[in-house]
Each structure stands twice: as C-alpha cells, then as structure tokens.
C-alpha cells in the first residue's frame, strides 16, 4: 500500500526531506519504522530502537501498534517542545 | 459570529483584543484567566546565550490536537471559552510566543483550564523549538518536568522521556 511520510524538525534534517511517498508493506507504525531503519543509515540512526521518536498517524498522536491503512499519513519527530 | 479557537501564526498578538473578543460582551463572564509565553535570552542556565529561535510545528495535525485540547477542557472545567495563540517561524528573546487565554463564571475554572491548556500544549503540540547560540544552532530539548506537570491532570503523556 501506498502511504505518505512526513518528517520534522531534528529528524527532517537527518532524513534530509520532509516528506516521502511509499510503497509499503508493513502493517503497523512500529513495523514501518522497522522498515526505515533497514532501508538506509539516516534513518537507522535517527529512528533507531531507544531513541526518543514520536509517531503520528493521520495527525493524531500514536503507538507502535497503531495500524496502516493505504492512503495514510505518518510523521516521525522528536518529542515536542513548543509553548 | 463566532472566532476561530485556534490560531497559528507568524505576526504577534495583542494580550487585550484577543482577551476582549473572547469574552464577547458576554455578562455570564466573571473570570478571565490567561497566560503569555515569552521568549528568553538563555535556555535553564544564567548565560544569556540565546540570540534568536526557530519555531517548526506540523500544519494540519497543530490545530486539530490543540482544538481536541481544548474540547478536553470544556469536559473537565466549567468554561465558557478558551483560545490558544501559538507563534511559529523565527522570534527574537522578549517576543511574545503563546497565548492561552479563558472565561468562566469563577475564577477558579479558569485558572486551572489556562494551566491545563499549557501544560498539554508542552507536551502533546507538534511544536519544535532550535535555538541560535554563538556556538551554533541546536534543537532544544524536552523536558521531562513537562511530562510531570502533565500527569497531575491525570494524563501520562510521555514526550520527553
């Protein structure tokens, strides 16, 4: 299924873009990010296991359980610090 | 004619045009309780290091998290209304950059509503904030006391940790 991800702030800058369209087959937002750190060394390490990464699916906060679905948008950024 | 409850947005505000279309002329109002956030010249330590701030946020998912907030505290606390400012892009130190401001009939309601808007704002708004120092720009931190004061509300939204 095709899904759309958006990155920000600390972690755009790794990634170097903001945002990607892909073709995916994993099935929830923790296997997605599964997927990214496997694919290439930006995301490996921005998006490693242990690091402070939060998720969000179709601009709502969400876990790692959180299902796909085609047509989803995801984000992946650091904690927020606004206010 | 109702106003937006939510605004993100580069220019300033001004505190009592945003306080007077609150209240509306509405004479239920007893109490208006509000809060501004500014910007420092130095992040936790006494060295006035900051020179200027970037402020990124997540357009689309900023206002519908901060406009689900803010129905979260009209179920909690006896308000009337609530509105949230939040600057974004690049601010200077003495810049004004948040505004929570709340009617109620007492001031009780308002007061704790306005903590409690700020304290989910820290912790649950796709804001990020990086700081220009002499030494170079740098992503600032969570903190985890914002995550505590989140959590007497009841609410265990752990950002930073």
Request: aromatic share 6%; net charge negative; proline share 3%.
């Amino acid at each position: 299924m095709k899904i759309t991800v958006r990155y920000f702030a600390s972690i755009r800058e790794a990634m170097g873009t903001g945002s990607e369209v892909l073709d995916t087959s994993a099935l929830t937002l923790g296997q997605l990010r599964d997927e990214l750190i496997a694919r290439d060394g930006a995301a490996a390490q921005v998006l490693a296991r242990g690091r402070a990464v939060r998720m969000a699916l179709n601009q709502v906060m969400g876990d790692e359980a959180a299902a796909l679905a085609d047509g989803a948008e995801v984000a992946f950024f650091p904690p927020v610090t606004g206010g | 004619m109702s106003h937006p409850r939510v605004s993100i947005q580069t220019h300033d505000f001004d505190l009592s045009a945003e306080v007077a279309r609150l209240r509306a002329a509405d004479k239920r109002v007893g109490a208006v309780c509000s809060f501004v956030g500014t910007v420092r010249d130095r992040n936790g330590g006494a060295d006035p290091s900051v020179q200027s701030m970037e402020l990124e946020h997540y357009p689309g998912m900023t206002e519908k998290s901060i406009e689900a907030m803010i129905d979260e505290a009209h179920k909690r606390f006896d308000i009337f209304g609530a509105r949230v400012v939040h600057r974004v892009g690049l601010l200077q130190p003495l810049d004004q950059i948040v505004l929570v401001a709340v009617t109620s009939a007492h001031r009780g309601e308002s007061f704790q509503a306005c903590e409690f808007l700020m304290d989910y704002l820290k912790t649950q708004a796709p804001f990020w904030k990086k700081e220009q120092t002499p030494q170079g720009a740098h992503w600032v931190d969570a903190r985890v006391s914002d995550d505590a004061a989140l959590l007497r509300w009841g609410i265990s939204g752990s950002n930073a940790s």
